[in-house]
């Protein structure tokens, strides 16, 4: 039996492991019917908020953008989705992405035990490119390429990548024994969720087990590198501000 004071999760001043056994649920306005985890938001020094939302059959999620940005991609389950006046069902690993600027959205008539991710950011307009509308998707590994010529690295961009967007969510898969091929030290702020598997995670020279489950915020600079562990493909999905680096002069 764990001890009461044990938890595997770890909050720094540029990267945060959350695992689930440390979780304590918020209330959001509009959205009723669930358990809401704030994961990473603003208050620890991030520039993203990404929540997990676990629905109950009589879970309802209800509002409107302004400022921010919405992402929501199904962990595991089924909910019906309205945006912008169209209406789908989404199952485990499809997505809407909901734009900036007063866009409406509904999720309703969910599966028990339906859970939704979400990533939040506030919208750096870019002169000259049109704010993104609406993106419907889903988790395709046929749409994930190799990484940097390396079999066992795949990733699968899920939004566009143009400039009118200012973030990027992807789905990284490592095969078993697959790793990344260099530290990486970048202006990229991230917040991710595994999906799938475990794996080592190093975040500034502090290494970490990571599985199913746990979530990661790194800020940016924060020197990463991971390998997978374990019998299956470690597979996590990440945020990322992308297309917006703008210098004081």
């Known amino acids: 039996m764990l001890l009461p004071s044990a ?11 959350i695992a689930p056994d440390g979780y304590i649920n918020s209330n959001v306005p509009g959205w009723t019917g669930c358990t809401t985890n704030v994961i990473i ?12 939302v676990t629905l109950t059959a009589a879970g309802q999620l209800t509002g409107r953008t302004e400022a921010g940005q919405i992402f929501f991609y199904v962990v595991k389950g089924r909910v019906q989705a309205k945006v912008g006046g169209e209406e789908k069902t989404l199952e485990t690993g499809q997505f809407v992405y909901v734009p900036v600027g007063g866009e409406d959205y509904k999720f309703s008539q969910p599966e028990a035990g339906t859970q939704l991710l979400t990533f939040h950011k506030v919208y750096e307009p870019l002169a000259g490119h049109a704010a993104p509308g609406v993106v419907w998707g889903e988790k395709d590994d046929r749409k994930a390429p190799v990484y940097m010529n390396d079999e066992a690295l795949r990733i699968q961009e899920l939004l566009p990548n143009e400039l009118g967007f200012d973030m ?4 990284f898969t490592y095969d078993r024994g697959g790793s990344l091929p260099m ?17 080592i995670y190093m975040l500034d020279n502090q290494w970490y087990p990571v599985q199913a489950g746990d ?35």
């Open 41 to 52: 938001n603003e208050q620890m020094g991030a520039r993203l908020a990404q929540t997990l």
């Open 183 to 199: 530290v990486e030290t970048h202006i990229m702020e991230h917040g991710l969720l595994y999906l799938q598997g475990q794996a």
């Open 215 to 249: 979530s990661i915020w790194m800020a940016p600079y924060c020197q990463q590198w991971a390998a997978s562990l374990g019998k299956e493909p470690s597979v996590y999905i990440y945020y990322k501000n992308v297309n917006r680096f703008f210098t004081t002069v």
């Open 7 to 17: 938890t595997r999760s770890v909050v720094r001043a540029n990267h945060a492991i």
């Open 168 to 171: 990027a969510v992807n789905i």
